[in-house]
């Protein structure tokens, strides 16, 4: 059973950046796919970002291309997600997920999931 913690959510202005974290309890971590969603309200849970165990590959959403950075650190057991030049609608719960087997665009795909970070961005 993984168990995976989110951190870094927070209130911020448009425009400005914020860092998530996602801790593993995980120790085979490293063999994890690891993705990002998130959910607004009233709105399906949304693929943002993935990484494969390697960071050989790191797909992203339209939407957040070229602005979102998705990366991982094996040693710690931790993926992150690098959010700059926010915008009012990217204000969601974000949510990072794992699964040992591949990338999926769905969250039915992954078997782990953290609790989410708010993140509120203000216009």
């Known amino acids: 059973q993984v168990q995976l913690v989110e951190s870094g959510g927070g209130l911020v202005q448009a425009g400005g950046s914020l860092r998530l974290s996602c801790t593993a309890s995980?120790?085979?971590?490293?063999?994890?796919?690891m993705g990002w969603f998130r959910q607004a309200p009233g709105k399906e849970r949304e693929f943002v970002a993935a990484?494969?165990?390697?960071?050989?590959?790191?797909p992203y959403a339209d939407s957040v291309k070229g602005r979102f950075t998705i990366s991982r650190d094996n040693a710690k057991n931790t993926a992150y997600l690098q959010m700059n030049s926010l915008k009012p609608e990217d204000t969601a719960v974000y949510y990072c997920?794992?699964?040992?087997?591949?990338?999926?665009?769905?969250?039915?795909?992954?078997?782990?999931w953290g609790q989410g970070t708010q993140v509120t961005v203000s216009s």
């Open positions: 997920a794992a699964d040992p087997r591949s990338i999926y665009y769905s969250p039915l795909g992954y078997n782990y």
């Open positions: 995980e120790r085979t971590f490293s063999s994890y796919v």
């Open positions: 990484i494969t165990s390697s960071g050989g590959r790191t």
